[in-house]
């Protein structure tokens, strides 16, 4: 059915500057987690994951950081551009059942 | 060259049709998904096909049927189609099943009902 609450989170961000984008995530057995690029009429597009044994991974202009502790992942994107300005997504699931469960997304608005 | 292909892109008929929309991947994939994504960006798996095999059906109403012929394609068939089927249907794939790899996302089908 249709997702109900808030309207979809947004992060506005001037061109050049850092933007962190945070996701709680729901299941304490989830070992495997990604972030999604979803671009206006586009699909989603993978960006970078990381796995339960690490708790930071760094990709080009993009870091994930995952605290067990508490559920929760960041997406931490440098020098924030106007091509970075997409619905972001994180997406957990564990090692043993392969099902993708996604968080309710994040708007970011870069203004040039 | 496109890795998960969808068609149609854009679909609007009548409330109480039936209509199918088709995918392909040519990643040599084993496993195939479609995703529902509803007005509000919330993106929720339907089902999943692993060579042709169904093995993840989310509580979907049965006027919802996928068939997969092959493991390259999974095709997603609805019958008498609601306001509320309204949305953009996305299908992807991945190496497996399981394990520690990343779903590929198809372009989408935004589906109007009208």
């Known amino acids: 059915g249709e997702s109900v609450g808030l309207h979809l989170p947004t992060l506005s961000v001037q061109e050049g500057d850092n933007s962190i984008i945070n996701c709680a995530y729901s299941?304490?057995?989830?070992?495997?987690f990604i972030w999604y690029k979803q671009e206006s009429g586009k699909g989603p597009q993978f960006i970078i994951d990381?796995?339960?044994?690490?708790d930071k991974r760094q990709g080009q202009r993009v870091t994930v950081l995952l605290n067990k502790t508490v559920k929760h992942l960041s997406l931490q994107i440098a020098a924030t551009q106007p091509g970075d300005s997409a619905v972001y997504f994180c997406a957990e699931t564990s090692n043993q059942g392969g099902k993708l469960i996604f968080g309710q997304g994040t708007e970011l608005s870069v203004k040039p | 060259d496109t890795a998960v292909s969808q068609t149609p892109k854009y679909l609007v008929t009548q409330m109480g049709n039936d209509k199918s929309i088709k995918c392909e991947q040519n990643?040599?994939?084993?496993?195939m998904y479609w995703y529902k994504q509803d007005s509000k960006k919330f993106l929720k798996i339907m089902f999943s096909?692993?060579?042709?095999?169904?093995?993840i059906n989310e509580t979907v109403p049965n006027r919802f049927s996928p068939k997969s012929p092959d493991k390259a394609h999974l095709n997603l068939h609805i019958n008498s189609l609601e306001l509320g089927d309204s949305a953009v249907y996305f299908c992807?794939?991945?190496?497996?099943?399981?394990?520690?790899?990343?779903?590929?996302f198809g372009p989408g089908t935004r589906l109007t009902v009208l």
């Open positions: 992807a794939s991945s190496p497996e099943r399981e394990g520690y790899n990343e779903q590929f």
């Open positions: 990643l040599g994939h084993d496993t």
């Open positions: 299941n304490s057995a989830s070992d495997y």
């Open positions: 096909y692993n060579n042709k095999e169904l093995i």
């Open positions: 990381i796995r339960s044994n690490m």
